[in-house]
């Protein structure tokens, strides 16, 4: 068992956080690999933040276990974890390259080496100017910038990042995505939250799904996408009233064609169908839904689920 979870950086079963009488988090299951970027997705209120902060022992699950990093007391971990919270701050009389040292040396880092490590960070990220301001001088995005460097300055096995893209503009949006894909390509395994699917398409080796403070989805962005069947837009050369009735049910208007899902009898037996129906191609892609509809797909199911078992509590 010890050898199993030493090829993972994070591990929960079960985890459950009550507030009053709500289960906030109600049995979360989370494995992440080590090395892996992992995404914590999930709509406002999911639990996300709530799962992270029982992660990293900053507040106790009222059921389940955890293991951060090979311990079971995640705090024994804390000077190999880096951590984004979601509530930003920083002291604002501190310099930029002292808030990062500073955060460095909270998880045992030498000040001196924090000093010498936050001004590269500092310039590496394009903001070797803002290393003496300090912080009340900074942008609400470029301070979260600096904090954001400060997690990751004394070379964390863990980062843990709750919703680090939010606030960012897409410029320094990119830059964070580049420093959590340099993390990685150091070696370190990255957990982060977020609701912004584009970011978690690109990044993510594995992404869990939280609704409702239960876990929806766990598996591999390809494997969340593939849930859905491809989408076709398919725009005839000419139509007629007929047309309707020749093309699957679902086919809706779509500019100058029409939009359906690709059959399950595949490709071949589409493009036979269009060609026997005599309206012609004059334009045909098949595109793989993104993650963002996944994501609606996943959430917004079992949401219906939940208002149906409303209903029926009702009925009865
Ligand atoms: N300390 C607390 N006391 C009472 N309720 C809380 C507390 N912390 C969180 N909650 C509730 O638990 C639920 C989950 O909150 P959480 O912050 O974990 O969600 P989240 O997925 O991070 O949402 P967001 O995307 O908005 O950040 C919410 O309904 C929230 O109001
Ligand atoms: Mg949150």
Redesign the pocket.
Known sequence: MAGMHSELAVTAEGLV?R??E?R??DGVDIAVPKGAIYG?L????????????MLLGI?EPDEGSRTLLGRNHPREASDHVGYLP?ERGLYPSMKAKEAIAFMGALRGLDWKVGRARAVTLLENAGLGHAADEKIRKLSKGMAQLVQLLGSVVHQPDLLVL??PFSGLDPVNQEKLEALIVAERDRGATILF?T?VMAHAQRLCDRLAI?AG?KRRFEGTVDEARGMLPQQVHYVPHHEDDAIRSRLPRDAVRDGEGWRFELPSTGIEALLVQLIDAGYGISGLSIERPGLHEAFVKIVGRDALKDMQETTQELGA
């Open positions: 956080k507030f009053g709500r906030v988090v914590v999930g709509p406002n209120g999911a639990g996300k933040t709530t799962t992270l902060r507040i979601e709750d919703e939250s609701h939280i403070g």
